[in-house]
């Protein structure tokens, strides 16, 4: 058993991720459920063919820029947490708060259960040819794989990054599938799509901001190693080769796949369906269609196995700071994992599949995400004013972080009013951990029953999960 070795050693996340591990953990949360699902989101608000596709590409360059601050970040801030670590170096405790506040209850078990969402979709398309599943069926559908996954995780993060590099490869196989499909098509003549490509182009820049939340929530994950960067080996090394390496082949791999899906199928039939990639698949390769919903589904899996087990650490992490409750913050003695923060997720995420649209889940989660990378690369620029000594073994040229600042702010605050209640509930909810701020951590004298309590919340969490505190890294 895993834990029997662990015995003798130090109670901390083991540093047990390479360069290989880091890629494919990149590439396992950013191919997953969005290059599947988002092309129908780009293309409803783009409205045109062009328009989608320079969408498309322009969301693989903003994620390049994006990744390059976070390179310069992930290595002069070698703390587990991105953007919560980053923010809280920065700008201090309360606006760290409000991100692992936003983060922990909202876009992480969005996105979980928008990943679930996905798996299950696809899983039961073939069942019901002519007509959709059952929602109660891609509930529970998602529910058992996001609880499933949570217990993976629980048992070893090792098993969990070799699963990652071995998904990597089917994710690729299920794009490439896709990208041969195209190529196939198109030398059949399928090209007339593009004939008229910029017909019905939008022009409202508010609707184009939300057109970019599609594309952008396909490319989220970028920065997700940045979140164990305490279990990486040589971060100054892997941490940004893992970048470089991941990010210009995403790009490239989601243009093709976009064109190819267009060589395929009509604007009307990619906006009509909820599984592109097997209404794709059905019309191209006829009785072999079936092996597309199940490279789908693995590749789907592996990205949601990856993004729980990236999470969890941002929510130990915030507990180890003292943000969340202490008993998050524990490891488990016999296989060293975050435990209690995982099964908190968990619970989190199911919760979220009360609400089965897809896309009202990624509008609602884009956007609380880009106001915190928004402040984040703000960090940065703040790090560099204030802290010019800093060690900074990257450093990226001042006008990317400045550019990528300023697209940022574009997407964030145009859609204000194309989007109204997405952007107000996303607002209020973070307005929402103010007061709990105030209440929970600053305030330090707390009635006796409530630390009474806390305690031992943290001591049945112990006896539950096998869990103690981490030792000091000496």
């Known amino acids: 058993m895993e834990g029997?070795?662990?015995?003798?050693?130090?109670m901390r996340l083991k540093k047990q991720l390479g360069l290989m591990e880091g890629v494919a953990i990149i590439l396992g949360i950013i191919i997953g459920s969005g290059i599947f699902v988002s092309p129908k989101g780009v293309l409803r608000e783009a409205g045109s063919i062009g328009?989608?596709?320079?969408?498309w590409g322009l969301c693989g360059f903003l994620s390049m820029l994006g990744a390059l601050c976070y390179a310069e970040l992930g290595t002069s801030i070698l703390k587990s947490g991105s953007d919560y670590?980053?923010?809280?170096?920065?700008?201090?405790?309360?606006?760290?708060?409000?991100?692992?506040?936003?983060?922990?209850?909202?876009?992480v078990p969005t996105t979980n259960a928008i990943m679930g969402l996905t798996v299950a979709n696809y899983l039961a398309k073939p069942l019901f040819p002519d007509c959709d599943p059952p929602d109660i069926a891609l509930r529970l559908i998602a529910a058992a794989c996001?609880?499933?996954?949570?217990?993976?995780?629980c048992w070893s993060t090792r098993v969990t990054t070799q699963l990652q590099n071995l998904v990597m490869v089917t994710k690729l196989l299920a794009l490439g599938l896709v990208i041969v499909g195209g190529c196939l098509a198109m030398s059949r003549g399928g090209v007339e799509m593009f004939d008229n490509m910029w017909e019905g182009t939008a022009t409202d820049p508010g609707q184009v901001a939300v057109s970019f939340y599609s594309g952008i929530f396909s490319y989220a994950g970028w920065n997700y190693l940045n979140f164990m960067t305490e279990e990486l080996n040589d971060p100054f090394t892997n941490l940004p080769r893992a970048i470089y390496i991941s990010l210009p082949l995403v790009t490239?791999?989601?243009?093709?796949?976009?064109?190819?899906?267009?060589?395929v199928l009509s604007p009307a039939a990619m906006l009509s369906s909820d599984a592109i990639a097997v209404t794709f698949s059905s019309r191209m390769f006829g009785y072999l269609s079936p092996i597309m919903p199940a490279l789908i589904s693995i590749s789907t899996l592996g990205s949601l196995s990856c993004h729980i087990m990236t999470s969890s650490r941002l929510c130990f992490v915030g507990a180890r700071n003292g943000h969340f409750p202490d008993c998050l913050s524990l490891v488990t003695m016999n296989y060293l994992t975050p435990a209690p923060a995982l099964a908190f997720l968990c619970i989190l995420s199911l919760l979220c599949l009360s609400n089965s649209n897809i896309y009202s889940l990624i509008d609602y989660a884009a956007f609380v995400e880009s106001m915190f990378i928004l402040l984040a690369i703000a960090s940065l620029l703040y790090l560099r004013y204030t802290r010019p000594d800093m060690p900074r073994p990257i450093k990226v040229s001042l006008a990317i972080p400045i550019i990528f600042l300023l697209i940022c702010t574009f997407l964030v605050f145009l859609p204000l009013y194309v989007r109204p209640k997405e952007v107000g509930m996303g607002l209020l909810i973070t307005a929402c951990g103010v007061p709990v701020y105030l209440l929970c951590i600053s305030w330090k004298d707390k009635p006796t029953w409530l630390v009474s309590s806390l305690h031992s919340l943290g001591y049945t969490s112990q006896k539950v999960f096998l869990g103690l505190k981490e030792d000091k890294e000496e």
């Not at 029997?4 to 130090?10: F, I, L």
């Not at 980053?86 to 909202?106: H, K, M, N, Q």
């Not at 490239?252 to 060589?263: D, F, H």
């Open 146 to 153: 996001i609880t499933g996954l949570t217990l993976l995780n």
């Open 85 to 107: 670590a980053y923010i809280g170096e920065a700008f201090g405790s309360l606006p760290s708060f409000l991100y692992l506040w936003d983060a922990v209850f909202i876009f």
């Open 4 to 10: 029997k070795e662990q015995q003798g050693q130090q």
């Open 51 to 55: 328009l989608s596709l320079v969408v």
């Open 252 to 263: 490239v791999v989601y243009v093709l796949a976009n064109v190819s899906y267009l060589a």
